[in-house]
């Protein structure tokens, strides 16, 4: 499984707006065959960064991924919303289900 995590900072005029500007994107990758899962989330301590984390079930679904036509739409349009350019970490981790958090079970 690939997993990507990538913090964006939106433009302070697109902050609150940051979903609705990739929406499309969103619903297209999640779309896509081999796409695990892809969430955004506002940072609670910096409310002006997004992290994205996204899986794809392998590297065949990662590359299509990165082919498609909505992610050269998004290398189109996201930038001019962009405080500065994203960063990111992609890696590969076994598996490609959840597993409980035993630290934290519920019981």
Partial sequence: MIVITA?????PADVERWPEITAAFTAATR???GCLWFEWSRSLDDPAQYILIEAFRDDAA???HVTSEHFAAARRELPPHLASTPKIINTTAPGVD???????AVR
């Fill in 7 to 11: 913090r964006f900072r939106p433009k």
């Fill in 31 to 33: 779309a896509e065959p």
């Fill in 62 to 64: 990662g590359a299509a």
């Fill in 98 to 104: 959840w597993s409980d958090l035993g630290e934290l």
